[in-house]
Nanobody
Framework: QVQLVESGGGLVQAGGSLRLSCAGS????????MGWFRQAPGKEREFVAAITWSGGNTYYADSVKGRFTISRDNAINTVYLQMNSLKPEDTAVYYC?????????????????WGQGTQVTVSS
């Protein structure tokens, strides 16, 4: 069982930066692949980034590649999403999620545990 709590969302101007954090509970946190997803109003939840249990491999959606960076610190059960050069189209509720294995890391349905989400709003 893993419980996830996101933080760090807020309102930022286009071109600005935010860092999201996701704190996990449970002794097996380091065993999970961790992902970030986002959902804008009226749209489906979409993949943003994922990171393997060791942090050795990372994956990004094309829309955020080069602007966002995912990382994790297993010593404190936390995964981060550094978001730079933000655009209005990045506005969404951002969720972190956990799954075993890297198969279909881009698919929300593959993730077993989810946080409650944090709102990110980018103004133009």
């Amino acid at each position: 069982q893993v419980q996830l709590v996101e933080s760090g969302g807020g309102l930022v101007q286009a071109g600005g930066s935010l860092r999201l954090s996701c704190a996990g509970s449970g002794r097996t946190f380091s065993s999970y692949v961790m992902g970030w997803f986002r959902q804008a109003p009226g749209k489906e939840r979409e993949f943003v980034a994922a990171i393997t249990w060791s942090g050795g491999n990372t994956y990004y959606a094309d829309s955020v590649k080069g602007r966002f960076t995912i990382s994790r610190d297993n010593a404190i059960n936390t995964v981060y999403l550094q978001m730079n050069s933000l655009k209005p189209e990045d506005t969404a509720v951002y969720y972190c999620a956990a799954k075993y294995g890297t198969a279909a890391y881009y698919s929300p349905g593959e993730y077993r545990y989810w946080g409650q989400g944090t709102q990110v709003t980018v103004s133009s």
